[in-house]
């Protein structure tokens, strides 16, 4: 199953703080590795949080998402740069 992925406007306003503050090629190439992820695996991306988010990490991201099977969406809520 394939999952429409839908990046929310806070989401999308992280992303650009992100670009703007960090190594934007690493930035964009993390978010499209990220969005592929959620796309083919929904579910089984990332691990599991409270209130049925979810998180995936896509160095230097983490990403916030949460799944819609029935509707086979992902909502993705927010993004932060990753402290490794």
């Not at 089984?44 to 819609?68: H, K, M, Q």
Request: proline share 1%; with cysteine; hydrophobic share 45%.
């Amino acid at each position: 199953m394939r999952y429409e992925v839908l990046w929310s406007d806070a989401a999308q306003a992280d992303l650009a703080r992100l670009l703007a503050a960090s190594d934007a090629a690493a930035v964009v190439t993390a978010a499209q590795r990220a969005d592929a992820v959620m796309s083919h695996c929904g579910t089984r991306a990332g691990e599991s949080r409270d209130l049925g988010e979810r998180i995936v990490v896509e160095n230097p991201l983490t990403i916030w998402y949460e799944v819609f099977e029935s509707e086979e969406r992902i909502r993705v809520l927010q993004v932060r740069r990753h402290n490794a």
